[in-house]
């Protein structure tokens, strides 16, 4: 697509559900990476994935968090068992092959909130 | 790893020109990003500077001196749609770390 897409744009979920963001990057960028943005805060950057290589799982704030990119596209991050303080702005971006001179383009995010 | 610092909150007059510094600490130097994003919307690329001086672009420049470890983001001419949280970030290797932004007011 002409830019990178998100769903939903805001997801309302009780604590202890489980909830799935999807991100569809730009066609063609290999580089996929989620951030988190809680308000007020700088981005917190979760997971990376370039092409076919294991994906850098470092940022994940927990094991109740996890990221599949299927196919080398569209990906899915998961939060198990939500609590109140994963309510942020989930942002996710793409990159042609990564960031160091290309920057990222980044979808509109998925705004969740946890009551 | 990265630390970087920019101002939280700036406020400035319609018109006017604002200067939003940013200074950072990296093990290695990949160039330095500036971002705008508008609240309730996704960041936006503005600038990357991977020499030392002076970039220009319309009313937004974007300065580095990577002796000093410092950049500036230069606003001229102050619109109100400028009001806006502007980002440094600079290259983790693959990934970008991000500052935690600093909020422009632009006030008529």
């Known amino acids: 697509g002409a830019g990178v897409s998100q769903s939903p744009s805001n997801k309302v979920t009780e604590k202890g559900k489980d909830v799935e963001l999807r991100c569809d990057p730009i066609?063609?960028?290999?580089?996929l990476y989620w951030y988190r943005q809680s308000l007020g805060q700088g981005l917190e950057f979760l997971i990376y994935?370039?092409?076919?290589?294991?994906?850098?799982k470092s940022g994940l704030p927990s094991d109740r968090f996890s990221a599949e990119r299927t196919g080398g596209s569209v990906s899915t991050l998961t939060i198990q068992r939500t609590q109140q303080e994963d309510s942020a702005v989930y942002l996710c971006?793409?990159?042609?092959?990564?960031?160091?001179?290309?920057?990222?383009?980044f979808g509109s995010g998925t705004r969740l909130t946890v009551v | 790893g990265q630390n970087i610092d920019q101002p939280t909150e700036m406020t400035a007059t319609e018109g006017a020109i604002v200067q939003i510094n940013c200074t950072y600490q990296?093990?290695?130097?990949?160039?330095l990003f500036w971002y705008q994003q508008h609240a309730g919307e996704a960041p936006t690329f503005l600038s990357y500077?991977?020499?030392?001086g002076l970039e220009e672009k319309g009313r937004f420049s974007s300065f580095l001196s990577r002796s000093k470890g410092y950049s500036y983001l230069l606003l001229k001419e102050l619109q109100m749609k400028d009001s806006a949280s502007y980002l440094c970030?600079?290259?983790?290797?693959?990934?970008?770390?991000f500052g935690a932004g600093t909020t422009v007011t632009v006030r008529a």
């Open positions: 971006a793409s990159s042609l092959v990564s960031a160091r001179s290309d920057g990222y383009t």
């Open positions: 066609s063609g960028h290999t580089a």
């Open positions: 994935f370039q092409g076919n290589s294991a994906p850098d």
């Open positions: 990296t093990s290695g130097f990949n160039g």
């Open positions: 500077n991977v020499l030392d």
């Open positions: 970030a600079v290259p983790n290797d693959y990934k970008l770390s």
